[in-house]
Each structure stands twice: as structure tokens, then as C-alpha cells.
């Protein structure tokens, strides 16, 4: 069972950054994928950024240039720095554990992100 720990969200102005972190139990070097998802109220949820075990990373186009995902080896996480936030990107945000093309899936609890004046 892989536990991923989502941390960094909060309150944050319009054209702030915010650095989100998931500390995962499972070598983030070593899966198929990790990535990053949210979920706004009423809405789906959406993939915003991943990065595959051969490191090549993919981003929504809604937040290309603005966010950047990472993976760390000595603390086993996976970060994603987010700059320029507008409101729109107020959402829950979830940290995602691919071990294979066909998984399994898994999930951190997921962290609150607030854009607002």
C-alpha cells in the first residue's frame, strides 16, 4: 500500500506562488508516474502536471509556464511549484502514485489551495 502526504496549500493572493510537496512511501524515481490533480468545487477532477519515471513531466495547458513539477531522491517527494496564481486555480490539490501503465492508482488526501484578495 503506497501512502502519499500532501502539505503546502493555504490562502494566497492573486499573482502569489505556492510550493505544494507529497511525501510519498514509494520511490518516486522508481513508479511510472507521478502526478498532480485537482478539484475545484463542482467540477471534475483534472490532471495538472506529471512526470514519468524517465523524467519527461506534462502539464495542463492551463498552467503551462506558471507551474513546475519535481521529484526529490533524498526526501522520496514530489513538489509542485506554482507561480502567478489566479483564482481559477482555487482547487483541492491531489498527489497521484501510477506504479504501472495499468496501475495501480493512489492518492493522497489532498491539500486545499485558495486564490483570493
Known amino acids: 500500500q503506497v501512502q502519499l502526504v500532501e502539505s503546502g496549500g493555504g490562502l494566497v493572493q492573486p499573482g502569489g506562488s505556492l510550493r505544494l510537496s507529497c511525501a510519498a512511501s514509494v520511490n518516486v524515481f522508481a513508479v511510472y508516474k507521478m502526478a498532480w490533480y485537482r478539484q475545484a468545487p463542482g467540477k471534475q477532477r483534472e490532471l495538472v502536471a506529471s512526470?514519468?519515471?524517465?523524467?519527461?513531466?506534462d502539464y495542463a495547458d492551463s498552467v503551462k509556464g506558471r507551474f513546475a513539477i519535481s521529484r526529490d531522491n533524498a526526501e522520496n517527494a514530489v513538489y509542485l511549484q506554482m507561480n502567478s496564481l489566479k483564482p481559477e486555480d482555487t482547487a483541492v490539490y491531489y498527489c497521484?502514485?501510477?506504479?504501472?501503465?495499468?496501475?495501480?492508482?493512489?492518492w493522497g488526501q489532498g491539500t486545499q489551495v485558495t486564490v483570493s484578495s
Open positions: 512526470i514519468t519515471k524517465g523524467g519527461l513531466s
Open positions: 497521484n502514485s501510477a506504479i504501472s501503465p495499468l496501475g495501480p492508482n493512489y
